[in-house]
């Protein structure tokens, strides 16, 4: 992974000279006054850690797994949200922590987790780094050090239950290696969301991750069947069955908690067999309003394809809905549709009766071969437009189809407000019955501190979902970001339960302080 940008290098997208034309003439983009900083040239804190407290981990782990050098720091700093680059772009390695700490089993990570709440030293678990919601910011007020929790060494696929069609992996397997040795079963999880070339299976089940092919799969936390956490007060082994009605299932408190309660060491995952067919094509519709009519029937109705993408107007003028044709200047909305399986052809034929019943034309398979192709590649565009100097950020929300369009205007005009003149583009990408999610994408001239420009944009955002009736993250997680109106989408006594879990799973705060938990008045 680029330690100031996305994926591999190798891959960087120079921008075409069209494209920055057409960036200066419609919102006025310069190129940046100064070029990004050399990894040497990235300022990073002095260790902080004790000699006695880095003794310690060296102890529960082996030298060879405990890190301190300016490149492993560097690596370990941060996620991959525009603020995060542009930070580390501008040179500012202020959040990096003191140690790289890499166990290599569930009690290393247990034993960890002793020594760090005995000599408080924050933990921050990392999984693939691919946090755009400061997930991987620990607070450092009150706290000797701070430590990243590298899980690369949990790295195996434990065993495949092929009658129960289960599989047992360790957490830090990343999504293409899990689904290769999947393969060899036959067997897939159908999970491929637009960080699966770099993200770990602990990391989706930590974040609440959505795939692309949700609407086939579901989402990861959907395929989460049992896990075992590592907390500092002890260990949680969930999952007996399926489904129980033995009270609250505990597995959903630990999906989703973001490393603030513990520790993912295991996950048992449930699996689906590879498909025999894939077929992906478009589907142009003349406004986003039909679009949306279109999915929604899908949705309720059926037959629920596994792969359903609606861009809005603007999305699918600018082709960013097929990263391979940006400036295509296509008109109405595109939906991808995407049908896997075995005998898909009834699956296809009913799919696309719907939507030709709502206004749908076929436009055939290449729109939808070329969003295949270019599932994966939209976060190296955005690092090509970091550098011509444009901001570009990506946020996202859900809501219940009768308010769908409420939030969408409220979203938008929250960051005309905030942003002046920003080209702000929607797709609809996870779909239930009920309701679906809003995925933006902005992009504006980067004007004095981008960084602050972007902190007003996403606070005026933030409320704005709120106050709009919806979830203030669907799939990205809470993280720092969102801290503040996750709480407010709680009430008090929600954001109570939290931080009495909080309390009674990491007793002395050292998990991932400052993320996910919001604090109260005298601290949590």
């Known amino acids: 992974m680029l330690w100031c940008g996305w994926g591999d290098p190798a891959k960087a997208r120079e921008l075409p000279e069209q494209i920055r034309t057409l960036l200066h003439d419609l919102l006025g983009v310069r190129a940046p006054d100064t070029p990004a900083a050399a990894m040497d040239e990235v300022r990073l804190p002095p260790v902080a850690l004790p000699e006695r407290v880095l003794a310690a981990l060296v102890a529960a782990t082996g030298p060879e797994h405990v890190l301190t050098s300016h490149e492993a720091r560097l690596r370990h700093t941060r996620g991959k949200s525009t603020p995060d680059l542009l930070r580390m772009r501008a040179g500012d390695g202020s959040d990096a922590p003191d140690a790289v700490v890499l166990p290599g089993s569930h009690d290393e990570v247990a034993e960890l987790l002793r020594v760090c709440a005995a000599e408080r030293v924050a933990v921050v678990p990392f999984g693939g780094g691919t946090s755009v919601v400061g997930g991987l910011v620990a607070a450092r007020a009150g706290f000797t050090g701070v430590i990243a929790l590298d899980l690369g060494r949990l790295d195996r696929l434990r065993s495949v239950d092929a009658e129960s069609m289960v599989a047992d992996f360790e957490p830090g397997v990343r ?21 699966f070339e770099y993200a770990t ?31 500092p007060s002890g ?40 498909p025999a067919e894939r077929r992906y094509e478009g589907w142009r519709f003349e406004s986003f309003r039909a679009g949306t009519a279109a999915v929604r029937a899908l949705a309720q109705e059926g037959p629920l394809p596994t792969v359903l993408r609606l861009s809005d107007e603007t999305e699918t003028m600018i082709g960013l809905a097929r990263p391979d044709a940006i400036g295509g200047g296509d008109s109405g909305c595109l939906v991808i549709l995407g049908v896997e399986g075995d005998w898909i052809g009834h699956r296809h034929a009913a799919a696309a009766a719907v939507l030709s019943r709502h206004g749908g034309e076929p436009l055939g398979p290449g729109p939808g071969q070329a969003w295949e192709h270019g599932r994966f590649s939209a976060p190296y565009l955005r690092d090509s437009l970091l550098g011509a100097g444009a901001t570009v ?30 080209l702000v583009m929607c797709h609809v990408s996870h779909v239930y019955e009920t309701g679906a999610s809003l995925y933006f994408t902005v992009v504006t001239p980067q004007e004095g501190d981008p960084v602050a420009q972007w902190e007003r944009a996403k606070e005026a955002v933030n409320a704005a979902i709120v106050e709009a009736g919806g979830t203030i993250s669907h799939h990205h997680g809470v993280g720092r970001d969102h801290r503040d109106a996750y709480a407010a989408e709680l009430g008090p006594l929600g954001v109570g339960v939290l931080q009495a879990v909080k ?20 601290g949590i």
């Open 393 to 422: 950020e990506t946020l996202e929300t859900a809501g219940f189809w009768s308010n769908l369009p409420r939030l969408y205007d409220a979203v938008r005009l929250a960051l005309l407000g905030a942003l002046g003149s920003p």
């Open 503 to 522: 309390n009674r799973l990491d007793p002395a705060g050292i998990l991932n302080p400052g993320v996910l938990v919001p604090q109260s008045p005298g």
């Open 235 to 274: 260990t949680l082994e969930l999952g007996r069955a399926p489904k129980s009605a033995a009270g609250p299932d505990l597995r959903q408190l630990v999906l989703g908690s973001e490393g603030a309660f513990g520790v993912i060491t295991s996950l048992r995952l449930r699996v689906r067999r590879q």
């Open 175 to 195: 999504a293409p290696e899990a689904e290769r040795l999947l393969a060899a079963h036959g067997l897939t999880l159908g999970h491929f969301p637009q960080s």
């Open 201 to 231: 299976l602990g990391g989706f089940a930590a974040a609440r991750s959505s795939g692309q092919a949700s609407a086939g799969y579901g989402r990861f936390d959907d395929m989460v069947v049992g896990l075992t956490l590592a907390t």
